[in-house]
Every structure is written in C-alpha cells, then in structure tokens.
C-alpha cells in the first residue's frame, strides 16, 4: 500500500518514527508497504519508490531531505499525483471551518484513497458527508486520535460492541482542564494558579480558552455523537460551561462530600458540556490529564475506557487505525 502522510508536525514526525520501528507488523499485513510523501505547509517530499525513513527522521525541515523536495508544492497536489492508497492527516486543527484538513480528505476520498485523520475539524464540520463519501468511493475513513487521543472508544464501538446500541455517552475528554481541576482538588490551588501551572508545563496554550471553556470537550461530543449513535450533531448544539467560575471553595466542599467536580461531556437526549460533581469512586473519576469514555448500552450496561488523551501515546490510535486500514485492504484483496 503506497501511504502519505500530510501534515508532518507532532503526529506525523512520530507516526514515521512507529512505521519505522515497527516494520514486522506492517509486514504482517502488506509486505509491499511503502512511505512515498510527506508535506507540511511549506512543500513536500514524493517519491514513488518510497521514502527513507531514517533520513526522514533525521530531518528538521523538509527541503533538507534533497532532491525528492518540492519547495511550495502543496498538499493537494501531493495528493492528486501520488496515486496513494491511503492518506494519514494530521495538520491543524481548526473547528470554524475544518481547514486544511477538509479539503485534503475530501480531495483524498474522491478519487479512491483510504483516509486516517487525527484531526477534529473536518468530522465537526462535515462527519456526515465526509462518511458517505467514503462509503460512496469504497474507502476506509477512520480517526481514533480525534477523540480522548490513544484511548479506542471507537475501535471498542465498532469492532466489540457492533450488536450493541449506544444509548448515552459521558467522559473527561479533555486533559488540560482535568489537569486543572485535579491540582485545586488534591493541592488546594486556586483556578489561576492551576491554569498557570498548566501552562508553564505546556498543558495548555497560552490562549487557553479552547480548553477551559469547554471548546474542545464539546467537539468531541461531537464526534462521539454522529460517529457513535447516528446523530446529525453539530457543534452550535451542544450546550457548553467551562471551568473558569469553579473556585477552590466548591472544589473542596465537594471533596469533604466525597465528590470532585470535573468537566464531564454527556450525550443524552441533549448534548452538554459542564462542570459536574462525580463521586469519587466513579469510573469517571480519573485525575491528571487522563481521559475516560464511559458508555451505557443496550446490551453490555456500561463500559468505561480510561487512558491519555493527548501527547506521546496518540500515536498509537493513528499507527492502529492505518494496520486496520492494512488489515482490510488485504482480507478483501
Ligand atoms: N499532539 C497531540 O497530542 C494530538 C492528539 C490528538 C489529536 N491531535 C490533532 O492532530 C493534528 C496534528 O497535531 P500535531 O500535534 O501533530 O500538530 P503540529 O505539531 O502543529 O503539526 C501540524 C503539521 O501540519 C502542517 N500544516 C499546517 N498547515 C498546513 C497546510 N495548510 N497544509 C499542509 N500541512 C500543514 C504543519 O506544517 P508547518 O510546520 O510547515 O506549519 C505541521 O507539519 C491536529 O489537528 C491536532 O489537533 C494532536
């Protein structure tokens, strides 16, 4: 299968590093797999024969990779000339209008290529029509990393509870603000302070109101919603309350109760993004920047997954998702 991968910051630099160490599994299910271009926003690199994975990962920028580079070529057509089987995207994430990534997956599914995305934009502006179109062209669209990072609350829907049916959904899906919230419960810090701590640490951005006002939760919500239970949701729908106005006060009143107050996504008959008091021996109830996915079910009453929903780790929901791709591509070859 001849992949490329466009956006190569955080995600796709680590991808390639997986590829590359992990070659024995690949293998396992298509031995003639082949890296053939890389881009970011600056250009890319193709070449048809495959890449040098080594050198790739010795690289700082891409025009240091030699002749193969395209000073200013774009994505598109990176794309377009190709002749890829599968795309991994990973560039930015932006939810007012889902670009760049929308117009590189749905180039990408239109003319028959497999597409893995880490990337939330494109799914909370269009996961409708980003999913018939890969229905339409046969192709495999799949985006584990999207929500609560390594943790595979979509592989665990799709391939263990395929009979079931998901009634609600509740989770922590965002680490920075239960970074936050877990510093002013078990260190009694102020909201700011926390904030700060967060943000020294790279936790948080130094805007962080994509976080902390429940932004990026609610995005989520989202995704789970359309991907998980058949809604057409969209992101004005969901009802969102961050955690600006929770003071140390309510955090330790909640403690002496036996509650912490953390910023819990729900999918019910609404969609909500609020602060919420869970008991502590909840499953939910997990600390730092975890992350947990609880779902209730028809069949199986509730299942909680818990795990990091951001950094190092979402490599593995990206590098998976492409061995499903793999996988697929071969028992229907
Ligand atoms: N990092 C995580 O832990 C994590 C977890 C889950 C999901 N995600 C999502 O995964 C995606 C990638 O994250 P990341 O951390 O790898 O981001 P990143 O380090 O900022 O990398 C983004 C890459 O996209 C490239 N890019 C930017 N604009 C582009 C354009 N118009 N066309 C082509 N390439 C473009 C950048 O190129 P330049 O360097 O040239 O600008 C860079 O190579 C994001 O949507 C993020 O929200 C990340």
Redesign the pocket.
Known sequence: MKTII???????RDLVRVINEKRDIITKYDRNFKLVGV????GYIYNEEGLDLEKLLKIKNLSEYGKNYKDNGS?LELIQKSNADLMVE????RIQDGE?GLSYIKKALNIGIHVVT????PLVVAFQELSALAKKNNCEFLFE??VA?AVPIFSLVRECLQGDKVKRISGILNGTTNYILSKMYFEETSFELALKEAQERKISEKDPSYDVDGIDAACKLVILANALMDRNAKFEDVERLGIRGITQNAVSLAKKSKFAIKLVGTIDKKLEVAPKLVPINHPLCVHGTLNAVHVETDLANEITIIGYG??KE?VSAVFNDVLTVLKKAKTTA
């Open positions: 466009v956006g190569f910051g955080f995600i796709g881009s970011n926003s600056k994505s990973a560039t930015p994430t760049p880490s990337n939330k934009g990393a999207t990072g951001a950094g979402t």
